[in-house]
Structures are given as C-alpha cells and as structure tokens.
C-alpha cells in the first residue's frame, strides 16, 4: 500500500468539529478497508471507524456512533473522518490504518499499515 499520512488535527472547543484525512500513497488504495484508531495518553489504542473497500459498509466504534463519520474517496486515495459534537473524551492521537485481508475490521491487528497519527486536543 505504501505510505499512510493523516492531517487535519488540532485543537478544538467541546461541541466543535473536525475533518481527518488520510492520504495514502500507491495504486492500490481500493484494495483496502480503511480504519481510524485512536490512543489516548496512558490508554490503549482503540477502534473508532472502519470503511469497506467500495465504502459501502461501515462500522464505528459505540462511543462514537452518531457523532463521526467515516467515508473514502478512492480517486483520491483518501479516507475522512468527520468528526461533529467533540467531546473531551475524544482527546487522543488518531491513527488511519489499510487492511488488506478484512471486509471490516475493528481490531488493530486486522491491519497491515499505520500512518503516523495526528493530535486532536478537545477542550472542555
């Protein structure tokens, strides 16, 4: 798959929204569901999201439900995560991740590449 580079953290007021990207490099992007994760300081890194290859299924995470959406753009070679009504709790690094051998997958061991992670800091 290559390389997996998110963007689009940063620093946001509780109740606030944002948009993750996540770009990745090479030609076979469709070939892969796509996941977010998420860790937090002191806590294991959790599922948030996960898209299907066409981005005709996804699943999220309970704590998120309602709140995120994830899409793709395979011409782009991109995964979103739109992220509305933020609250404290979703302070964490976010991580996208390609699987290449799952429909969907909400464990990380399910997936085959990481990126690097961007911050998301919600303030109360």
């Known amino acids: 798959q290559g390389q997996l580079v998110e963007s689009g953290g940063g620093l946001v007021q509780a109740g606030g929204s944002l948009r993750l990207s996540c770009a990745a490099s090479?030609?076979?992007?469709?070939?892969?569901?796509m996941g977010w994760f998420r860790q937090a300081p002191g806590k294991e890194r959790e599922f948030v999201a996960t898209?299907?290859?066409?981005?005709?299924?996804?699943s999220y995470a309970d704590s998120v439900k309602g709140r995120f959406s994830i899409s793709r753009d395979n011409a782009k070679n991109t995964v979103y995560l739109q992220m509305n009504n933020l609250k404290p709790e979703d302070t964490a690094v976010y991580y996208c991740?390609?699987?290449?051998?799952?429909?969907?997958?909400?464990?990380?061991?399910?997936?085959?590449?990481w990126g690097q992670g961007t911050q998301v800091t919600v303030s109360s």
């Open positions: 991740a390609a699987a290449s051998k799952t429909i969907l997958g909400s464990t990380w061991t399910a997936y085959d590449y």
């Open positions: 090479g030609r076979t992007f469709s070939t892969y569901a």
């Open positions: 898209i299907s290859r066409s981005g005709g299924l996804t």
